[in-house]
């Protein structure tokens, strides 16, 4: 990325900062008790948070509060597809075992903060490359690189490398559409990349994009599920949304009566 793309992409970190304190505490407890995490118990304060998810995860979840915070008076259904996403994540990293299935959660809630940073901080740009999409009938993904030379996965990445995020965490940011790109965290990049496929597939929000991308062959052999495990893990995912659906909402209702 280019030093002009850097230095636009960095007012997004200095907005999130300037958040006050109490605003994060209350996104992020809120996002802690959503049912993409699924804990039995709620939990009230944030250093149980950070007992019970580590500091990493709290770390992610504070910027992702921090960034709904910006952009939720512009575009609630990415934020209902980045929490779709993160409950397919759970729900998928916990059947395949993955130590850690909140960091995969997380990867998936954030999986899109570049679509975000190109929203807000490239808004013409933005628009051009949502005509060019419709009109050439491609993915956002294509057309961001027709217009930007980059995509959202690559400035996420970089937003996420500022950030001082794990590796866990910034590859399946940046391969989220490409996993057989990562080094190290292969089968993370390949959660997020079968979580977005399917979440988009079910019609859960969405992500900019009227396409349904396509499944990585060397993805789906990765992740090892045989086609008997997608009912089971469907019936587990459409109960969560559910939940997380109903969280949504609630988000919704409360801009509407701030308005």
């Given amino acids: 990325m280019d030093e ?19 605003i994060l505490a209350s996104k992020l407890l809120k996002l802690v008790n959503s049912a993409f995490y699924g804990f039995p118990q709620r939990i009230s304060s944030l250093n149980s948070a950070i007992i019970l998810l580590g500091f990493n995860v709290i770390k992610s979840l504070i910027i992702s509060a921090s960034i709904f ?3 939720e008076s512009q575009d609630v259904e990415l934020w209902e597809h980045s929490l779709g996403c993160a409950v397919v994540c759970n729900v998928l990293a916990r059947h395949l075992g993955v130590k850690d299935p909140e960091e995969i959660s997380t990867a998936g809630l954030i999986h899109d903060i570049g679509k975000v940073a190109i929203k807000m901080e490239l808004p013409k740009e933005y628009e051009m490359i949502t005509e060019l999409s419709l009109e050439k009938k491609i993915s956002r993904l294509e057309a961001e690189r027709e217009v930007l030379g980059l995509d959202h996965a690559e400035v996420g990445s970089w937003l996420a490398k500022s950030w001082n995020l794990p590796n866990k965490l910034v590859e399946p940011i940046a391969c989220h559409h490409d996993p057989h790109l990562a080094k190290a965290e292969q089968q993370a990049s390949a959660i997020v990349h079968f979580a977005n496929i399917m979440i988009r597939g079910l019609g859960y929000g969405h992500a ?8 990585n062959n060397k993805a789906w052999k990765l992740l090892g599920l045989a086609p008997a495990d997608i009912d089971p893990l469907l019936r587990e995912i459409e109960e969560k949304l559910w939940d997380v659906k109903g ?13």
């Fill in 69 to 71: 915070e910006v952009m």
């Fill in 4 to 22: 002009q793309k850097r230095a636009q992409f960095k007012k997004v970190l200095r907005e999130i900062k300037n958040l006050p304190d109490h």
């Fill in 247 to 259: 969280f949504s909402l609630d988000i919704q209702t409360g801009q509407e009566g701030a308005a």
């Fill in 208 to 215: 900019g994009d009227i396409w349904v991308p396509p499944l």
